[in-house]
């Protein structure tokens, strides 16, 4: 079994790892703002991706100094300048530790000003993963009876502002852009969570597994994500999809997992939850073994249980400021429209979905 090598690059800061701190705390939040492009060889035209986000776009790796080089808005970016033959600018406007309210009001809000560049042919995002990591801590924290609120709560502002932020930037958005896409939450510590709680349910009693209580919720935010998409003009990347299910057919259906996972454009939510949480229930693996084959796996989770893997280095990013510079392309030919480790680091799948859907010319 192949299991990928050198989880992360940079210092663990365990008194500052924004990762966990901020996410249960709430208060201790990051910039972790990077300007990246792909300079390719032979052409001057430039074209821009900006993505908005938390500590998943940012590339956030243990550190408040540096993040990931290559997280998924820049892989996406290196894809993107081989099949348009230009150099593309990634920017990447993210805070770590923020919840869904904050990205979208200091981030897309805020600084709206480099999705409307000329340049501009991609906008994603992605948030809600410190909505329901804060609502995870505060459920785990509880004794006596029950309080399922904090799950609904989360639920309720991940539904409000990812339609908000959608709304936003179709308003705001150069008009040539080409992409506008968020990505969901895959399930990080889905092996952890498989534990009883402290407290106990309010109709029976008794204790609840975690991982049961938790899977219906962020289903339910997936769900609205990839539905609100689809209403409003958007791509949902299914990152659940492809960081929690096999790339083979684990249970026999004559569907690969990761694709058998996948929301289905107009299906109700209902049936959405249904498919996760127990018809393909069987089917879910932790991604901090993401099988690639029957006999193959990577991992796809660094070592605090929550962030992506990636390759490739790191830049400033962080209390020092952040990253603005350029450099050749790690791939400039990609077979079957992928690099040779697509499939081996968090970062790397992201990134390669996000392109998958970009239009073959800008």
Known sequence: MTRSIGRFAGTLLPALALGVVAMQAGANTLNQNVSWTIDRSGTSTKYRVVAYGDSIFAGYNGSTLNAAKYAAPTVQAEYLAALWNADVESVRRTKSGAVASDVYNNKIVAEKSYMQASSTRVVAFEMCGNDGL???????????????GVLSTAE????TYVARAMDFINANAYAGTRLKAVGNLYYPGYNADNVQSSCN???TGAKVNMRDKFLPSLARMNYWMCEYARQKGFQCVDNFADYMGADYDTNGD???????LRYVAGESESSYVTRITTTLRSTLRDANTHF???SSSYDYIQSDDTHPTYSGGTVTAGLFGGTTGSGAARYTSFTNGRNSIWNQFGHERMGWLLSALTPSSP
């Open 134 to 148: 804060q609502a995870r801590s505060s459920f785990k924290g509880q004794t006596g009876t029950c309080n399922y």
């Open 156 to 159: 309720n502002n991940c539904k």
């Open 201 to 203: 349910d309010p109709t």
């Open 254 to 260: 004559g569907r690969i997992d990761s694709q058998a």
């Open 292 to 294: 690639v084959s029957s």
